[in-house]
């Protein structure tokens, strides 16, 4: 078919242009000339990205040489700063954390605590844990809340077991690094120079 004489509609459809509405054509261009910057610029991101994390490693390298050391694995959650406190980089290691089958474990033997205690226990504590382990409509436990627990001083053998099982249920499932980059400001303080290059 000759293209100038037809267009592919979202139905994989060939269509006569002159059927085709003068700003749906318009609309189709906007949109097709806007995408090319973009998938130009996100290659060109891409690329900076690249460039940036070889620097810092060359750079990290180079440091850690002078020390008869090298890193080993990832490197994250590092800051450098220019000589004169202006520029600032900060790498950050940002790990997604879901618990295994031990946290039933760990909740099994918070629940057999709490029933030894219940004679004299408050009864905040049971709320606090069934708040902790509390499923929400997506079917996720707020990790945060869990792994809270662990910062409870209860000295009980049963309860430490707990925080154990709650300790080995944790998987990093992925993980994902962030170069940020900042610039003082006349307050001594940092702005963050905001390049989305993370999600590349």
């Not at 139905?11 to 509405?21: A, D, I, N």
């Not at 992925?174 to 590349?200: C, H, M």
Request: aromatic share 8%; net charge neutral.
């Amino acid at each position: 078919m000759d293209e100038q004489k037809y267009m592919e509609d979202a139905q994989g459809r060939q269509v006569p242009s002159e059927l085709v509405k003068e700003i749906d054509k318009l609309r189709d261009q906007t949109v097709i000339e806007v995408m090319k910057k973009t998938l130009a610029m996100r290659d060109t991101l891409v690329e900076f990205k690249k460039g940036v994390w070889d620097d810092i490693q060359t750079f990290l390298n180079i440091s850690a040489s002078q020390h008869n050391v090298s890193f080993g694995g990832k490197k994250g959650n590092i800051t450098i700063t220019s000589y004169d406190g202006r520029y600032k980089l900060v790498v950050a290691v940002n790990d997604t954390l879901q618990f295994n089958e031990k946290l039933q474990v760990a909740k099994s033997l918070i629940d057999n605590c709490i029933k030894r205690w219940s004679d004299g226990s408050r009864p905040e504590i049971k709320t606090l844990v069934d708040d902790a382990f509390y499923v929400d409509k997506t079917g996720n436990i707020n990790k945060d809340r869990v792994l809270g627990l662990r910062r409870l001083k209860i000295e009980d053998s049963e309860w430490l077991e707990a925080m154990q099982a709650i300790s080995d249920s944790i998987q990093v499932v992925s993980s994902k690094t962030y170069i940020r980059f900042y610039q003082r400001n006349e307050n001594g303080g940092y702005n963050q120079i905001p390049l989305d290059v993370a999600a590349l």
